[in-house]
Every structure is written in C-alpha cells, then in structure tokens.
C-alpha cells in the first residue's frame, strides 16, 4: 500500500491518485493529514503537498486538485522524453510534472465544460483538444506517466512486489441498423424501391429483392460471422443495438418485429448486449429508460453497458442520466474523426461530477479507433499500420484497446473490404507477444 500525506483530502486528489496508483500500477493508496502517521508508516510513501517533509518521494502539488468548480487555467504543455506533460513542479519534487493534476484535467474532460466549438452534431471536435493541439492525442499519456512514478516508486522501494498488469482488448460492434433491406415494413420498402428506381439504382433493386425473398444474405447481416468469431476468442465482444423509434437520426428495425428481437436475443447468447441509446434518448431520461427496459426485457438480465447515437456527448447531462438509471458502463467517450485518447487514458476510469465533486459508479471506457476513421486511409496496409500503431500505444502501458466496429463493416461492401481482416488482427494482439 502507498500512504500519501496531503494538507488536504479533496476528492480530486482521492480521484487523480486511485486512477494512477490502482488503475493503472494495481498499488493500494491511503492518505493522511497526519505527519505523525506517515513517519511511522514502515512501507511505500510519498508526500503531495507544497514542500516536503524531509527526504522522501515528493511530488509539488498544482492547486487544482484543492479547487473547486471551472477556473480559467494556463497550460503550458512540455516535451518529456518520449512524451509530453503539463503542470511544472519544482526542483525539489521527484517528479518534473504534477502528474496527478494532469490527470485530473483529462479525465474529468474539464476542457470539454469550458466554451469550445462545436460539430453539426453538437459534439466536441477532436480539434478543440489539449491532446490535439499539442499532438500527444496518439498516446495514452496518463498511463505512460504512472508508469513513470512507478519507476521512481521501485528505485526507493526495491522490495516491494508490484502488481502485474497484462494487456487486454474490449472489442465494440455497433449496430445502428441490423439489416439494410429485410423487417423494414412495406412503406420503407416502397419508398427504398422508388428511390432505387429513380435513381436507376438498378443493381441495389435486384440486391434489395435477392434479400427480401431470401434468395441472398441482407449485406448488413454479418452477425453469423461475428458469433463465429466470438465462438473463436476469449475477449467478450459488446454489441450496441439500437432499439429507439424510427426517426430522422435513427433508422433501425421495428422492435416489435420478432424477426429483430430473435436476432438481439441469439447474439446475447454468446456476446454482451448493450444499448445504443437513441439520439433523441440524449437529452430526455424518460425516452432512455423505456429503451433501457425494453433491452432487459429481451435479454433478461440487467442492462450494464451503454452507447450513444452519433457518439455524442453532452456533459455532465448524458453521464448523469446514466448514473440515475444505474447503468454501470459508457463506450461513447471517443472522437469520430480521429484515433487516439481522448481522455488521456487506455485504462477504463470513473466519470467524476465536476459539478457536484463527486467521483460516480459509472465507468467510463474510452473507445481509441473506429472503423469510420480508419475507412479515411486509402489503402488496407495504412489502415492496418495505423491500427497496429495504436495497438503497439497501448500494449507499451498493458492497458486496455477499446476499438468500435459497425455490423456492417464485415459485409462484403467494396468500401468494407479487408476489415474482417483489421478486426481479427485485433483479436490476434491480445495473444500475440
């Protein structure tokens, strides 16, 4: 156990350092006020304070772990080692950056409270970012320096035996839509017919009818070869469904077709279920919790894991509604138009009420990669060097890689071509060496 003496036990500094110490290095932390106490403390130790007590592992602390509340802060962002950091110390700190602090601002996503510009849909830009802006939004930096301060910890404490901590994968597939021609109902049907006439889309009006009557697999219904490929890997695939109303944003099946419930009920048998909560969902908790109930009612066991439409977020609204319904999981933390961390992080972590002050129940696990983005690179071998990349980021620190594939990026679409192959590669990191 490391014991930490602070002037002050705020929740911040509770949140900054059980994410660094237990996380991420698997070491218990308790803290004190007491000088007393932490001289009689006969194993690991630190001080976080403004000065050190005498000679012991000292780290300058940032005032905004004692704060409440938004302030206007200046970041100087700097170059360490092979990597980058922020919040100077002194020169009497072990460390050359508050490292805690640092944390602290990314995965509150404090950035993301302050005024900032938006996309079409409301969400924030990968652009808008620290992360971005000083080109560290490739690295899983929070995790890059706890292993940092394990360093320092192992020089001054040798005999203690530190956790293993091993690299794993949390695949995500996305279905916004099961099947793109079969259960639309007789008015989607006439409408998509006209619209392949008049376009003289004749191809897609053959393919439209080959799948309606059987004659060919629907080119969204790629859900035999996920079950397979999850029969196939210990990595427990989560599959997102999105069972909202039709609307202007969300386009999926009735989920009173029996055909649609029998799909979600099969794929549970082998996956995880989650919800895909619907964009009108976002911002109206009573639309949320039908659809929750509904998903339970399918399954049968307790929703845990969400994801919302158009991965948009709206903080701290989106996270509290969640939290009130006791959903346990979120995998909408992410950017559409770029790979990277966005909360700094490949280690899954607790979303903390800047609000209110408080660390919540509910775990927030960021998604690095999206099929979306890597589709931007032109050929299969950038798309595959890019994830390998991003991989090679994650497995340096043993954390977690959290990428999100649709149903329908293992059709057999043109534009989909060699996914199955990214995907499996995917799954191949988590045994390979």
């Known amino acids: 156990m490391l014991l930490v003496y602070t002037h002050k036990i705020t929740p911040r500094v509770s949140y900054a350092f059980k994410h660094i110490c ?18 009689a403390h006969d194993s690991m130790k630190m001080s976080y304070t403004r000065q050190p007590l005498s000679n012991e592992i000292f780290v300058r602390s940032n ?23 922020f919040f100077t110390t002194s020169e009497k700190s072990s460390m050359p950056y508050d490292i805690f602090a640092a944390a602290f601002y990314l995965l ?22 620290l992360a971005f802006k000083h080109q560290f939004l490739h690295q899983p930096v929070i995790d890059i320096w706890a292993y940092k301060f394990k360093d320092i910890l192992k020089m ?26 079969k259960q639309k109902g007789l008015m989607r049907t006439i409408g998509g017919t006209v619209n392949d006439i008049s376009g003289l889309k004749l191809r897609r009006l053959f393919q439209r009818y080959q799948s309606i009557f059987g004659f060919k697999r629907d080119p969204y219904d790629t859900f035999k070869w ?25 386009k999926n099946i009735n989920i009173n077709k029996k055909r649609f419930v029998s799909l979600i009920k099969s794929v549970s048998d ?7 909560a619907s964009y009108f969902a976002l911002d109206d908790i009573d639309i949320l919790k039908k659809e929750k109930q509904k998903m339970e009612s399918i399954t049968n066991y307790p929703l845990e894991a969400s ?36 909360a700094g992080t490949c280690t899954p972590f607790q979303f903390y009420d800047l609000d209110y002050e408080i660390q919540t129940p509910l775990q927030v696990n960021s998604f690095h990669c999206i099929d979306f983005t890597l589709l931007k690179r ?37 534009r989909w071509k060699g996914f199955r192959d990214l995907f499996s590669i995917v799954l191949d990191s988590s045994h390979a060496n």
Not at 68 to 73: A, E, F, N, R, V
């Open 22 to 39: 237990t996380r991420i290095l698997g070491i218990p932390v308790r803290f004190t006020t007491t000088i007393e106490e932490f001289i």
């Open 63 to 85: 005032d905004l772990l004692y704060e409440q509340g938004l302030s206007d802060i200046e970041i100087h962002v700097h170059d360490w080692e092979e990597t980058k950091c």
């Open 108 to 129: 509150s996503r404090y950035e993301e409270y302050l005024p900032h510009v938006k996309d079409d849909y409301g969400r924030f830009l990968a652009s808008e970012s």
């Open 156 to 181: 001054q404490f040798a005999n203690y035996e530190f956790p293993i901590k091993t690299y794993t994968v949390q695949p995500v597939i996305d279905v916004p839509m099961a099947y793109y021609f």
């Open 226 to 250: 996920i079950i397979n490929k999850q029969k196939q890997t210990n990595n427990k695939f989560i599959v997102f469904f999105l069972i909202g109303d039709y609307s202007t944003f969300d």
């Open 270 to 276: 082998y996956c995880k279920v989650g919800l895909k």
């Open 307 to 342: 994801r919302n439409s158009f991965s948009k977020l709206n903080l701290p609204e989106s996270y509290r509604n969640l939290i009130e319904l006791e959903v346990k999981q979120d995998f909408t933390m992410g950017y559409i138009g770029h790979s990277g961390f966005r």
């Open 378 to 414: 032109q050929s299969l071998l950038d798309k595959k060097q890019d994830l390998q990349q991003l991989i090679f980021e994650v497995k340096k620190v043993n954390g977690t890689f959290t990428p999100i594939f649709h149903n329908y990026s293992f059709s057999d679409d043109e």
